[in-house]
């Protein structure tokens, strides 16, 4: 019932930019801060960044700072992370994941998760 689909990954040339969707279906995100994560082959999870529900927190890691931007829409129930500049080393499957939250914070232990969608940089 509660599902975050991510959409918009594919395959670019480093340098070049991609824009993720996470999309919410059975719920409103407006009261879960989101957090975009990512898994390279050999490597565990990683967390990417995060927006607190009202998007007025975000945080990002050190690896992609300066380089990502996260955002989300409320009225279309979505949560973006803009990609520029990307090298090979941000390939990975990146998922989106939601947890609800009692006060406007950042990302602590997630609820939800998608099935992730592959970002694959390689010239």
């Known amino acids: 019932q509660l599902q975050l689909v991510e959409s918009g990954g594919g395959l670019v040339q480093p340098g070049g930019s991609l824009r993720l969707s996470c999309a919410a279906s059975?719920?409103?995100?407006?009261?879960?801060?989101i957090g975009w994560f990512r898994q390279a082959p050999g490597k565990e999870r990683e967390a990417v960044s995060c927006i607190s529900s009202s998007g007025g927190k975000t945080n990002y890691a050190d690896s992609v700072k300066g380089r990502f931007t996260i955002s989300r829409d409320a009225a279309k129930n979505t949560v973006y992370l803009q990609m520029n500049s990307l090298k090979p080393e941000d390939t990975a499957v990146y998922y989106c994941?939601?947890?609800?939250?009692?006060?406007?914070?950042?990302?602590?232990?997630?609820?939800?998760w998608g099935k992730g969608t592959l970002v694959t940089v390689s010239s």
């Open positions: 994941a939601a947890e609800q939250t009692s006060w406007d914070r950042l990302c602590w232990g997630m609820d939800y």
């Open positions: 059975g719920f409103t995100l407006d009261y879960y801060a």
